[in-house]
């Protein structure tokens, strides 16, 4: 019932995962996918496919055309598989009692010489992410792969899996199995902090401007892709305290908040502008330090929410509604500060300069002493003013700093969340107005073992993500209801 694709990997490795298949009832047939055959001899219902791997669309083609079994499974992994008991035949019976055009499992992972669990999270409409978590274990219908595979670019190069998902997922359900019916190796044992940054990595642009060409067509197919047309922002309101307020969100920062409040109010600026700090209950030093720095300088303004349940977003809010905030509400991290003394200058003429409702920078990566460290400068050069708002439904960010025209932020404002609100809310300004960008550097980001993403577990990281793809699958949606009100 299953025809398995792998990669080829070492000759130990490739044949222990061809045995661990072939032990499976409802495996008829196995394509080992390399540059070169392997040196061992094949079993009999394994053979050699010459390819690039499943990044190459032109495998993917392969693939389709070669297999004649009811299933393909995809291992995507060159470390050796072990399948749970009955694990295939589990993908197969669910595949056929949901008809979903691919399934895929919570699993084990391989960690150190210890299996750990490695719950995934749900499909839907808006898990346009191209690094969406499906694990190693691909199983698709045949004649789903048969029916969309002749429609892909062959052109694609480096995103032949994801391209292949999306034409599945346009004509059939995507279904997760909430059940751990394999175990893989873990090969890349970083912390989520160090992991966040690599779709944005430089060396890896090629890959992302072939990712945006994927995503893109996709939206076109299923009509929620906007064409370049904003409305006009008027920025002429002139009621307001002062031109510019920058905000900080701060809990328990005692050391850093101190750093980030000096870069801001050491800015030079042709006007009046203020530093809101909305501080959310602290307990650790920063609230009396806060106090004390605002004694000595009436352009910080300290605020104590009188509620508990503010997150980051809440915070947000609190800052941006209050009477003391000014034309443009401008984002400073409380780890973070900003990297000269004309960043809110800077800001504010983009606003007038690139006419929009919306400004996002630039930003360099250092560590808790301000020494860069990889990837260095982070500029999000995948933003056009074209496909920006498009492309931003399939990163899972849209850069920093941000900055807002107050009046649009109070219509629109922040989830009351702690993750993910600045994206909810960049996204939501997108879909109607252009956003500006500024690429040359504005802030060094700090990163250090107290960031809120330094080190999340699976169960954690997994939340983040399902709230980003939940926030992608609301904006999707409306754009497809925008779509068809305009025609």
Request: with cysteine.
């Amino acid at each position: 019932m299953i025809t398995c694709f792998l990669l080829s990997a070492q000759n130990e490795d490739l044949k222990a995962t061809t045995d661990e298949l072939l032990s499976s009832s409802v495996v008829s047939q196995i394509f080992i996918i390399g540059r070169e055959l392997p040196s061992f001899n094949l079993p009999e219902n394994a053979q050699w496919m010459k390819g690039d791997g499943f990044h190459d669309v032109k495998t993917i083609i392969m693939a389709a055309e070669s297999s004649v079994s009811e299933y393909s499974l995809f291992y995507t992994k060159t470390s050796p598989l072990k399948t749970g008991p009955f694990g295939l035949e589990r993908m197969v019976q669910i595949a056929q009692d949901t008809g979903a055009g691919m399934v895929y499992s919570d699993h084990y992972k391989m960690m150190n010489g210890k299996s750990v669990l490695h719950p995934l999270i749900d499909y839907q409409s808006g898990s346009l992410r191209d690094d969406f978590d499906f694990g190693s274990l691909l199983l698709y219908r045949t004649d789903a792969i048969k029916n969309v595979a002749p429609t892909l670019d062959k052109s694609w190069q480096y995103g032949g899996l994801y391209a292949l998902r999306l034409a599945v997922s346009r004509i059939y359900s995507v279904f997760r199995i909430p059940e751990f019916l394999y175990t893989e190796m873990e090969t890349d044992n970083r912390a989520s902090g160090e992991k966040i940054f690599d779709y944005v990595d430089p060396k890896n642009r090629a890959v992302q401007i072939e990712m945006e060409e994927i995503c893109t067509a996709n939206l076109k197919a299923i009509g929620g892709w906007l064409q370049p047309r904003f409305s006009e922002i008027d920025l002429s309101d002139s009621g307001f305290p002062v031109e510019a307020s920058v905000i900080i969100p701060v809990r328990n920062r005692v050391k850093t908040i101190e750093d980030a409040i000096k870069s801001v109010l050491s800015q030079e600026t042709k006007f009046p502008f203020n530093l809101i700090v909305v501080d959310n209950h602290s307990t650790d030093g920063t609230t009396e330090l806060l106090q004390k720095m605002a004694e000595s300088d009436e352009k910080l303004i300290h605020l104590i929410p009188d509620r508990n349940d503010l997150g980051i977003g809440g915070c947000w809010n609190y800052g941006v509604f209050h009477d003391a905030c000014g034309k443009f509400a401008i984002q400073l991290d409380s780890d973070d500060l900003y990297i000269n003394n004309q960043v809110i200058q800077t800001i504010v003429e983009a606003f007038y300069e690139q006419q929009c409702a919306m400004v996002v920078g630039s930003y360099q990566m250092v560590n808790f002493n301000l020494k860069e460290i990889p990837p260095g400068l982070i500029d999000h050069r995948e933003w056009t003013p074209e496909n920006g708002r498009n492309n931003a439904l399939r990163i899972n960010g849209l850069g920093a700093p941000r900055a807002f025209y107050t009046p649009v932020l109070r219509e629109i404002r922040l989830p009351n969340t702690s993750y993910g609100e600045d994206y909810a809310v960049g996204l939501r300004i997108s879909r109607q107005y252009q956003i500006g960008r500024i690429y040359e550097p504005l802030y060094l980001c700090r990163r250090w073992e107290e960031n809120s993403d330094a080190s999340l577990d699976v169960v954690k990281m997994n939340g983040h993500n399902l709230y980003k793809d939940r926030i992608r699958t609301i904006e999707l949606q409306a754009r497809i209801n925008l779509n068809k009100e305009i025609n």
